[in-house]
């Protein structure tokens, strides 16, 4: 069944974006963005700026990750930078992890605006919450809306799935 597109707004300019639901998560995905299968969106930098990408964690990343409380970078702005890359940790509620380079060219730098409040990455994931930004060319295994839909939907059913078996009696 196709997914319904809905408009929202963002610094004054509408996003498509099409909501997706499975189980109990819900969320709005921008419709124009890349995905990457480790959870993180790309979107190019506005104004628009030749090749400059902003990325952020996915709503699904952020439920896992649970409230963001520190975010630290270990790579310096104009290093060159390479999928895969570690850029710095990012530490939530309920988990500390790395955060990594989605794109290959040169970091730009993290969301200056986080250094004030890290409550937007909760609240606005996919607008004000961005993480960090790079010029260069995102991933060759980038997904577009639907396919990272396709891969919520995996990533939800192998989760519920051993959710069930750890339930069942033996």
């Known amino acids: ?3 319904r597109t809905f408009a929202r707004y963002w610094r ?11 189980a109990t998560f819900v969320t709005h995905l921008p ?17 628009a700026a030749a ?19 520190d975010v630290q970078w270990d790579c310096a702005p104009g290093q060159a930078v390479q999928p895969g890359d570690l850029l710095g940790t990012i530490e939530g509620f309920k988990a500390l992890s790395d ?3 989605a794109g290959r060219g040169r970091f730009a730098g993290g969301n200056p605006a986080l250094a004030e409040s890290l ?8 607008d004000a919450g961005w ?26 059913d192998h989760i519920l799935a051993r959710q069930q078996s750890a339930e069942s009696p033996e």
């Open 1 to 3: 069944m196709p997914a």
């Open 12 to 22: 004054g300019m509408a996003t498509p974006t099409v909501l997706y639901r499975r």
């Open 31 to 47: 419709v124009d963005y890349l995905y990457t299968p480790a959870h993180c969106w790309l979107a190019r930098a506005e104004p």
């Open 51 to 69: 090749g400059r990408w902003r990325v952020g964690y996915t709503k699904f990343a952020l439920r896992m990750l649970g409230e963001v409380v």
């Open 99 to 101: 955060i990594y380079c």
């Open 119 to 126: 409550a937007a990455v909760n609240e606005q994931p996919y």
């Open 131 to 156: 993480l960090y930004e790079f010029t260069g060319e995102p991933p060759a295994g980038a997904l577009d809306v639907q396919g990272y839909r396709d891969l919520l939907d995996t990533t939800i």
